[in-house]
């Protein structure tokens, strides 16, 4: 009986047409890496065990996943994905399924996984235009699958079939075991094929099934920069495409980028340029402005962000205003009905309910209560050089324009902070509180004149 499933991720092939010194699979794809999207769909199918092939630079490899329950196994002298599932056998857990995938295929998607694992032998195929350097699917006459051969080993007639080998190919421990340590190097690469065990299988009556692929942009694998950079727009427009069947509008699709992961729910407008990292939360009736970047985000309810703003680990609650051309930065919280406007920069900052900084300001270490009024040009000074320091600002307070508030400072409730005050200590609630010069005329006073030469 299959009780478990073993995934098996051959990549150990060296990825030279990248031309890079970096490992293939570690290259940058929608906001992390090739082989953690991999990964990823991996962990969706709950496996008991997933293992990874690794070759050429596998330190690098190890080292990017080291936080990973990973199960590692090096392929010496790397020969083929035969050779590669080879040295992953001794891992294997008795009456497991194995699901072999292939390393550089990142747009996999798991339901399709999941169809493959109702079969006990099974490979995911996939009908395309140009079948050219894929193995070819031979099917004989109730539709399993008699044998795949390569581009290479193919005659004239079968290279006319179209329907492909995606890579993927999944049966039990003991059936693997049984063919694998049959195939051999009699082929036009010299190499162990993984794809060889399919006749191996059909000999025995046990032939392979071929399932379909639901949607065959996604088994392109990645061999060179301009497959990365195909697979990166085709997962970014899948991933948008699930943003707008959620309830999203964007006003130009393709100029959208989504750099991680989103839950996000309905009616949210998204303009032009915008970028989405990391893992954000977006809830109804958002509104983001052209050319923002909102990096892990949690985005209350009618939450407004103008153009050109910059939101990293931002909490906002919603119904409140942002930018135009905010920078708001790791743990900025904002209440509703706030504002924080044009080229206001914060950071580690609370703003209450009904709460403005609307121009020019930076609020950094620094909790403000409700309804108050950060003139244009006020500044936190929450920093001596070696330590940072806190501004509380009570609810009701006006902080007239061109102020310092150096920290650690209170401004107590409703106070007013007279415009252009450099504030060292704590003000007192309700009243005003100024320190500037007071305004004088210099008598007699003369423009200087340019000097002779
Ligand atoms: C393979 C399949 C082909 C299929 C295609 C889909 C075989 C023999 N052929 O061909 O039928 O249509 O994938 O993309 O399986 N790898 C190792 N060790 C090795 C060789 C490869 O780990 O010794 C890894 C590679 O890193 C890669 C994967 O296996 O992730 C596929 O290898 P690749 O050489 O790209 O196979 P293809 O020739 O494309
Ligand atoms: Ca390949």
Request: glycine share 10%; with cysteine.
């Amino acid at each position: 009986m299959v009780e478990s499933l073993n995934i098996v991720i051959l990549a150990a092939g060296k990825g030279t047409r990248m031309n890079s010194k970096k490992l293939k699979v570690l290259h940058s794809f929608a906001g992390s890496t090739i082989i953690e999207h991999i990964l990823h769909t991996s962990y969706a199918l709950n496996p008991s065990k997933i293992i990874v092939v690794y070759g050429h630079q596998g330190e690098q490899l190890k080292a990017h996943l080291k936080d990973e329950e990973i199960h590692w196994v090096e392929q010496v002298n790397p020969n083929g994905t035969g050779h590669a599932v080879q040295c992953a056998l001794p891992l294997l857990d008795e009456n497991a399924k194995v699901l072999v995938l292939v390393g550089d295929a990142p747009l996999i998607q798991a339901g399709d996984l999941n169809k493959l694992l109702e079969h006990t032998s099974a490979v995911l195929t996939a009908q395309v235009n140009n079948p050219f350097g894929y193995g070819r699917i031979i099917k004989n006459m109730d539709g399993f699958i008699s044998a795949i051969v390569e581009e290479k080993d193919a005659s004239p007639s079968q290279r006319q079939v179209d329907e492909i080998n995606s890579g993927i190919i999944m049966t039990t421990t003991t059936n693997m075991k049984k063919w694998l340590t049959q195939i051999n190097t009699n082929n036009a690469q010299g190499e162990l094929y993984l794809t060889d065990i399919i006749a191996l299988a059909h000999k025995d009556n046990n032939s392979f099934k071929a399932v379909p692929v639901s949607d065959a942009r996604t088994i392109n694998g990645i061999n060179d920069r301009v497959q990365l950079a195909k697979n990166e727009g085709i997962k970014q427009e899948m991933l948008r495409e699930n943003m707008m069947l959620q309830g999203v509008s964007m006003r130009d699709p393709n100029s959208v980028h989504i750099r991680g992961f989103i839950d996000c729910g309905e009616d949210i407008s998204i303009d032009v340029g915008v970028i989405l990292e990391g893992e954000n939360t977006i809830a109804d009736d958002v509104t983001i402005g052209a050319y923002s970047i909102i990096k892990n985000c949690i985005l209350g309810k009618g939450t407004r962000i103008a153009p050109h703003s910059m939101l990293e680990d931002v909490i906002t609650q919603g119904d409140c205003d942002i930018g135009p051309f905010a920078r708001l930065r790791p743990g900025t919280k904002i209440a509703t009905k706030a504002k924080v406007g044009n080229f206001v920069e914060t950071k580690k900052t609370t703003i209450g309910h009904n709460s403005k900084a609307s121009h020019l300001t930076y609020l950094g270490d620094c909790e403000i209560g409700d309804n108050c009024n950060i003139g244009a040009g006020t500044i936190t000074c929450n920093y001596d050089g070696v330590n940072k320091f806190k501004t509380i600002v009570e609810d009701e307070v006006f902080i007239g324009s061109d102020s310092q508030l150096i920290a650690p400072v209170t401004i107590g409730k409703g106070a007013t902070i007279g415009a252009g005050s450099t504030i060292t200590k704590d003000s007192e609630a309700g009243k005003l509180t100024l320190s500037r010069a007071k305004q004088r005329t210099v008598e007699g006073w003369q423009k200087p004149a340019k000097n002779k030469a």
